[in-house]
């Protein structure tokens, strides 16, 4: 089972996870920038962790086998504090990096006026430089923050085919599918998802423009869901091409409307003594 | 520091080979319009090499057309191909140092790694050296590998140097990085005691000495 976790967020992951997510079949995922739990409070903070999804981030992924790519942004949550929205700004010189296969996490938090400006501004930029866009939909007032979001997507420059609404359930699949969206799925432990639910999803809607994710982050979560979401639609009589098609296919025509794909990262080599992440003091 | 000749990079398709000679046509402007205006580049402040900083005001200038080519490299001449085409293009726009320094602050770890790879041939004093020491500082191995290229070799200090050598060994890159390794390590004595500590605390670990520490130790000339 080849697998593409197309939302996870590795700079709050371990090398044992990486070793894990290959074991498991990943060969590939992307990381979009996010909040860290702890508030930002300057441009130069997103800078350093931008530069880390484009530097460090990969070349960690690579002795793994994984191949890593990120989507960068200002997230809705901190698009609200006047610190940070200036790094609106200096976007546009990350967003031509090649590694960068979309303008996210962009989208709604609260559902502020601040929001709205950084999720239209955003959604230009990605209009600006042929990226698509990974668009969070909220976790309070999920159905009216889809609904505005669709609005705002159809309002801006960006085809609304080019954008990934993530973080659905059964409640905004539907609508969601109907604005000609990707449609994406956070699977954790307790909330958003489950592995059962999204075979009953799958079952429902089809496989068509659906990509399942781990979201897994820095909070409880799992990086492992992808394969279970995968194990689960085999038990459920799903067929091998049709898992191949979720977990892999799907993310690759998605994020591939950038153009800067790159799966080729050789198997993982040297593990060093099943470590290959040295210290550079041990 | 002349420009380096157009070099033929075979193996490129026609769709890259196309796309790289316009991005050369544009590096070529770029190094002429500098010479006639004295300028070294679009709001380029000619400065120290200061590898770190951020939000000043000419970090969002336009970038001349040439810079978006570096920067997308690797999607448009493909991954194998990418050091050897952003290093041309440094040279054809006879990028400055203060060009250099605000690629590599910028950049991506592959467009750092490349800036670290033109320096013997665009920056004649010691002024880069702090992209160096930044490239040594971290653990990326593709940097610290280009990072003890010929610059390294020929301006870093002894201190400075040893430590880049401990480093290779440290993070497995291979000495055969490090250049000028024969000429610098002889009659080093003091990189000769690093090795030896360094040989004397893997073995109490019951860890193996790397081939490549013992063969440093011997290029040092100096008993272990």
């Not at chain 1, 976790?5 to 995922?29: E, F, Q």
């Not at chain 2, 940097?143 to 290779?168: F, I, N, Q, S, T």
Request: proline share 8%.
């Amino acid at each position: 089972m080849r697998i593409f976790d197309p939302h996870i967020h590795m700079t709050s992951r371990t090398t044992d996870d990486y070793r894990a997510m290959y074991a498991a079949g990943v060969r590939a995922l992307v990381e979009p920038s996010f909040w860290l739990g702890q508030p930002r409070t300057s441009p130069a903070s997103f800078h350093d962790y931008f530069d880390a999804l484009l530097g460090w981030e990969p070349f960690r992924a690579a002795q793994y086998g994984i191949a890593h790519h990120c989507t960068l942004a200002l997230n809705p949550k901190e698009a609200n504090d006047p610190r940070c929205v200036p790094v609106l700004d200096d976007l546009p010189r990350y967003l031509v990096k090649d590694s960068v296969v979309a303008v996210g996490e962009i989208g709604y938090d609260s559902m502020t006026p601040a929001e709205d400006h950084a999720l239209a501004a955003q959604l230009q930029l990605a209009a600006d430089h042929g990226l698509p866009a990974l668009v969070h939909t909220p976790h309070r007032d999920k159905l009216a923050g889809l609904r505005r979001t669709i609005d705002v997507v159809r309002e801006s420059a960006l085809d609304p085919e080019h954008v990934l609404l993530d973080h659905l359930n059964e409640t905004t699949v539907k609508e969601a599918a109907g604005s000609g969206g990707w449609l994406g799925f956070s699977i954790y432990p307790d909330t958003k998802m489950d592995e059962d639910r999204m075979v009953a999803v799958l079952k429902a809607h089809g496989t068509d423009k659906v990509l399942v994710n781990s979201a897994a982050d820095w909070g409880r979560s799992d990086p492992l869901k992808t394969r279970k979401v995968g194990d689960a639609m085999l038990a459920a009589g799903f067929g091998e091409d049709d898992v191949d098609k979720v977990l892999w296919r799907n993310p690759v025509a998605f994020y591939g409307l950038s153009g800067r794909l790159q799966l080729d990262v050789p198997p993982p080599a040297d593990l060093h003594e099943g470590n290959s992440i040295l210290r550079g003091g041990e | 520091m002349t420009p380096a000749p157009d070099q033929p990079l075979p193996g490129l398709d026609p769709a890259a080979r196309a796309w790289l000679d316009t991005a050369l046509a544009e590096a070529d402007r770029a190094a002429e319009a500098a010479e006639d205006t004295g300028t070294p580049g679009p709001a380029e402040a000619v400065g120290t090499a200061a590898p770190t900083g951020s939000g000043t005001a000419s970090d969002n200038v336009a970038p001349a057309p040439w810079e978006l080519r570096f920067a997308a490299a690797g999607r448009h001449a493909g991954r194998t191909h990418a050091d050897a085409v952003r290093t041309l293009l440094l040279q054809r726009a006879r990028a400055p140092l203060a060009t250099l320094t605000r690629l590599y602050r910028h950049g991506t770890a592959a467009e750092r790694r490349a800036v670290l790879l033109a320096l013997p041939d665009r920056v004649a004093g010691p002024g880069a050296l702090p992209l160096v020491e930044d490239a040594l500082r971290t653990n990326d191995t593709s940097l610290v590998a280009a990072a003890v290229g010929p610059y390294a070799a020929a301006h870093l200090d002894p201190h400075a140097w040893r430590h880049a050598v401990l480093k290779c060994l440290f993070t497995g890159v291979p000495l055969d990085a490090v250049h000028d390794l024969e000429r610098r390590a002889h009659k080093d004595t003091e990189l000769a005691r690093m090795l030896a500590d360094f040989a004397a605390e893997r073995t109490a670990a019951g860890r193996p000495v790397p081939a490549d520490l013992t063969r440093a130790l011997n290029l040092t000339g100096e008993e272990s």
